[in-house]
């Protein structure tokens, strides 16, 4: 393993930084507008506790493996316009083969359209090959939603899995897994999950 990312790492547009507490209002605002869920409604977090939660799991990320999802504002006006970044999984921790790294990305439904998950996802991707460069990187998306998919693909990965989504209350909607190499079946077991 290298070294861990800077707290701030700065993109053509974005500066994307590690998260504090103070960022769990302007998170909450863009995760809680139902447009940045029309995908999967039911993930939409509706109280700002759930948030909170979520901005202490990457900050032990950053703290356990030295990256983990990113703040992510404008550099212009410093205005929080999404989060995202790559965060370590595994089925089992303490086997390096089964271990991953989850490339997502939420940016504020006024900012689609922009390039700014593409711009976060290629930072991200920079990122996880400096930290861990021997795991892969994987996206999971649900197939109805193409702009995420078009993301993964301008930013190299390719889709290696389709199934039904497990835990997502309609059983139609398909779970896409992309990475960018090929998973060994311990990968595949913790990218199936």
Known sequence: MSSPIPSETLTERLALRRPAPGDAEAVFAVNSDPRVWTHFPSLRPTESAQITT????????????????????????????????????????????????????????????????????????????????????????????RASAAVAEKVGLRLVHRAPDPGNPDPAVMRLVYADRALSPAQRETAMR
């Open 54 to 145: 979520m901005i202490e799991r990457w900050s032990r990320s950053w703290e356990a493996r030295g990256l983990g999802s990113w703040v992510v504002r404008l550099q212009e006006t410093g205005e929080v316009i999404g989060n995202g970044g790559c965060t370590m999984i595994a089925s089992d921790p303490d086997v390096p083969s089964a271990r991953l790294w989850n490339l997502g990305y939420r940016i504020a439904a006024d900012h689609h359209g922009r390039g700014y998950a593409t711009e976060l996802s290629r930072a991200a991707l920079h990122a996880a090959a400096q930290v861990d460069p021997d795991v892969p990187v994987i996206a999971f998306l649900v197939e109805h939603n």
